[in-house]
């Protein structure tokens, strides 16, 4: 296959634009079954009010696009795809509980780690290359998704601690296993 090359620094911010688009569509797929499988309402309120960010910051990328005349599409963002099938796979197996809750906070707080880290770099590209109204744009949603991983991060100091106090038969399965993990470490 021909490889294709980047011959600047523009033609990379577009690509990382229509890598960025893809991930953001996948979320909005993702999120209205994080809501649904959630159990702590906070947390159920908080996906369903970041989907609602989420198609937003994708007409922001369309004004972007629409802007540099170029399409949007033609990427699809194999990271993004590999953190959401983690978290539906997580999701599936899981009853509802504190702990599946606190398993989908981390699940979302990747996401968003990976949005930063994307919209980070874009954004700076945006301000070498001068584009005024794209930065401006670019910011807005990074705001966002910081603001959502804090809220996460506020989520989870409940829920973790909720998470925490389960207990049930699983914790005498894990002193089975920490025996018998010290049995064998014995030998
Ligand atoms: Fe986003
Ligand atoms: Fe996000």
Known sequence: MAKSTLKNLKQLYVHELRDIYSAEKQITQALPKLAKAAQNQE??????????????????????????????????C??????????????????????????MIVAAQKVEHYEIAAYGSISRYAELLGFEEDLGLLQQTLDEEKETDEKLTELSDQINGEAQAGHDSESEEEAMETGSSAKSKRK
């Open 43 to 76: 947390l159920k309120e908080g996906f369903e009010a970041h989907l609602e960010e989420t198609k937003g910051q994708i007409q922001r990328l369309d004004q972007i696009f629409k802007r540099l005349g170029k399409s949007s599409t033609g990427e699809k």
């Open 78 to 103: 194999k990271g993004m795809q590999g953190l959401l099938e983690e978290g539906s796979d997580f999701i599936e197996e899981q009853e509802e509980s504190a702990v599946a809750d606190a398993g």
